[in-house]
Antibody, heavy 119, light 107 residues
Framework: QVQLQESGPGLVRPSETLSLTCTVS??????????WGWIRQSPGKGLDWIGT???????YQNPSLRSRVILSLDTSKNHFSLELSSVTAADTAVYYC???????????WGQGALVTVSS | DIQMTQSPSAMSASIGDRVTITCRAS??????LAWFQQKPGKVPKCLIY???KLHSGVPSRFSGSGSGTEFTLTISSLQPEDFATYYC?????????FGQGTKVDIK
């Protein structure tokens, strides 16, 4: 069973960079079996895809966020990370890390991390 | 970018009702279509993938259908634990889009 856990600051100041890490257990992030990604949900709103890292190493991001997002894998720590730069109050959300198997037969999500953007 | 239009945005239903939720894609997404359920304060859970395949442990009262640009999630007989918000998701061409969500509450 794959388990995911988000970690990072719960409060970020406007214009700064939001950084979150997703620690993976039960699978290797080097595995070609899974994709690794991030989704967010603003308070009271729907789900918003941020980006995904595929087994080939290819990274795809939401076009609306692409200029501000960096996704990366750290195989030595078996975790993957999200950096979102130049944040505003509109980036306040619960951030979920998630993993799907290559055929979508398996789907795993972290518990979510609330990040508030405020001075 | 592929847009997903989900309907209705909210609905009230009774225990035992048959519930149907629809998602329409702005262009074809092949079989790259999944459905998620989210209960208040909880993590979204994937119910269905590849249009109609149920994830392990998902009750058989849930089913998915459709093709091309129009897809449907059906709950054949609504149970108390099914009151939640449902989202469709397309992941065609490595770019994902969620539908706006359908909140199913008690009539």
């Amino acid at each position: 069973q794959v388990q995911l856990q988000e970690s990072g600051p719960g409060l970020v100041r406007p214009s700064e960079t939001l950084s979150l890490t997703c620690t993976v257990s039960g699978a290797s992030i080097s595995s070609t079996r899974y994709y690794w990604g991030w989704i967010r949900q603003s308070p009271g709103k729907g789900l918003d895809w941020i980006g995904t890292i595929y087994d080939s190493g290819s990274i795809y991001q939401n076009p609306s966020l692409r200029s501000r997002v960096i996704l990366s894998l750290d195989t030595s720590k078996n975790h993957f990370s999200l950096e979102l730069s130049s944040v505003t109050a509109a980036d306040t959300a619960v951030y979920y890390c998630a993993s799907q198997s290559w055929n979508w037969g398996e789907s795993y999500w972290g518990q979510g991390a609330l990040v508030t953007v405020s001075s | 970018d592929i847009q997903m239009t989900q309907s209705p945005s909210a609905m009230s239903a009774s225990i035992g009702d048959r519930v149907t939720i629809t998602c329409r894609a702005s262009q074809g997404v092949s079989s790259d279509l999944a459905w998620f359920q989210q209960k208040p304060g909880k993590v979204p859970k994937c119910l269905i993938y590849s249009i109609s395949k149920l994830h392990s442990g998902v009750p058989s009262r849930f089913s998915g259908s459709g093709s091309g640009t129009e897809f449907t999630l059906t709950i054949s007989s609504l149970q108390p634990e099914d009151f939640a918000t449902y989202y469709c998701l397309q992941h065609h061409s490595h770019s994902w889009t969620f539908g706006q969500g359908t909140k199913v509450d008690i009539k």
